[in-house]
């Protein structure tokens, strides 16, 4: 199985401006932004957070630390992109972006993965990330997404539905298949911004990390 599973928000610029997200009455409480190639250790550690159901949810298997650390290095790679949902620093859910080998005839095309901390998971950041990942699709003109993802994985399903997929059962996965729409000024526009605010948070969660626990978030 391809890897996949299964604020006051501060998403100002990330990627794009928006208005903060609100589920099942919640303000969620952190910003989402794209995570840059020295952030490696940050997707490693927050993979290593995952507890086992989420984590063989995730990957659709057992998966070793090892492996994690190997996959958190793929996650930051030029070939792919990915948001992080960032509280107080820490990093508490990862968005990816994985674009799949071409085949003639078909649309170009790309997998989208999730990993939510079990605290943060039922409040609506994978659908908000879905929202952000759908951009850089577009911007990279992506015209199919995909998420692969086992068949007793609700949260997964229920996004893949919210989100208007097609689904299909194939060799005991369930794939959800959606259009991305195509690029605009506008949309590079938002990703441009969101590119700012992404240099900028970063060097703020650098240092909110570097505070004591007691001392984040005032």
Avoid: C
């Amino acid at each position: 199985m391809t890897d996949s599973v299964s604020t006051s928000v501060k998403e100002d610029l990330a990627p794009a401006a928006a208005a903060p997200h609100e589920h099942a009455g919640e303000r969620l409480e952190g910003h989402i932004r794209k995570l840059v190639p020295a952030e490696r250790q940050l997707v490693v550690d927050h993979l290593l957070r995952l507890d086992p159901l989420s984590r063989f949810m995730r990957f659709g298997g057992v998966v070793s630390d090892a492996a994690l650390t190997r996959h958190a290095t793929r996650v930051v790679s030029s070939e792919a992109s990915a948001l992080g949902y960032f509280v107080e620093g820490e990093l508490r859910a990862v968005a990816e972006l994985h674009p799949l080998t071409r085949r003639p005839g078909k649309p170009v095309a790309a997998e989208a993965a999730f990993s939510v901390e079990r605290p943060w998971q039922g409040k609506g950041i994978g659908s908000a990330l879905m929202r952000h990942l759908v951009l850089l699709a577009q911007n990279r003109g992506i015209e199919e997404l995909q998420v692969v993802f086992l068949p007793n994985n609700g949260p997964m399903k229920n996004l893949a539905v919210h989100h208007a997929a097609e689904l299909s059962l194939d060799d005991e996965e369930m794939i959800g298949r959606m259009r991305a729409p195509r690029a605009t000024l506008f949309s590079q526009t938002r990703e441009f911004l969101g590119d700012v605010f992404a240099i900028f948070s970063s060097a703020f969660d650098l240092q909110e990390r570097l505070l004591p626990p007691t001392m984040r978030g005032n």
